[in-house]
């Protein structure tokens, strides 16, 4: 059996479009080989090579130029957190094209565009063409200086542009969480974090975003972000008590322990002396569970009540977890 004449170094593990393997002198038969997968007209996939969304977005940028990654998959380049069901799963065979529809403007209302996982979405400018191909999502954007940056070579829409295109397609919640990690910041000596875009920044890009798709729903999620939220389901905890009317907890909020050192916690109400932590996998290590043990004693000795609020008690509904922060509220003198 003859072997197969190894790709250049350059297209060996990443996927690439027929331009590129034009461009190396690649012999068009080495393309049809069987240990590459063509997912879509023009480009190829190395098999058995694990393949990001850049990676996988780069090939289909080349076939048309000013092509570029937008929505859900510039969010996904960019780390901003999504919903599961809109985080990208390849799959072979896919439909040839995306149906996508606006999402209504409720707070709880589901994915509203057939299967998003299985598209990358790109976009050309707005005088251009759809792009149609099996396994994309096409868009056309109207574009302003600034809208778009490049990453390794790839061109996406930048963090800014890419929240307000999100408005189209995520329920305001999962705006509102995908919001609040791209302004997210503090600056506590042992974790400081700073913001993808500050929040004023934010703000500046969506009053001056007229005429584009989704600016007046992004308006609206803008008024609900808080800076210092360090993960999703803190941020899905807030909007849970916000709906139900409780008091307003304040992310990343400091209490100051009886020797006047902050303690800070994840979502505190200074009115009421109580706050609250989510805790996630890490706090079930030994180390996290001794710094635990220590602050919430210092929380207690502070005066203020503490609840412990974790991915069960979110799976049991806004019920179960009102029910929980209601009950410490009315220990701290709040009246329903």
Known sequence: MRRLPPLPGELRNKAFSIRAAKEADVPAKRLRAGDLVRPSRGIYVPSGRAQSVLDLGRPHTQLHDGDFLSHI???????????????????????????????????????????PGRFLHLSRPQHFSLPRRRGIAGHRLRLRDGDLVEIDGVLLTSIARTWVDLATMLPMDDLIVSGDAIISEHS???????????????????AKANGIHGVRKARLALESLRVGVDSPPETRLRLMLDDAGLPE??????????????????????QYRTCLEYDGEHHLAPEQQAIDAYRDQRVSEAGWRQVKINRIDMGRGPDWVVSRVAQALRKQGWSC
């Open 73 to 115: 998959s510039s969010a996904e380049v960019h780390a901003v957190p999504l919903p599961g069901w809109a985080q990208f799963r390849p799959d072979d065979g896919g439909p040839v094209t995306a149906v996508v529809e606006p999402v209504p403007w409720g707070r709880k209302s589901g994915p509203h565009f057939q299967e």
């Open 188 to 206: 506590r000596s042992f974790a400081p974090r700073k913001a993808m875009v500050p929040l004023a920044e934010l703000r500046e890009f969506v």
């Open 249 to 270: 907890f304040l992310p990343d909020y400091p209490v100051e322990d009886i020797l006047g050192r902050p303690v800070w916690t994840d979502l505190g109400c200074p």
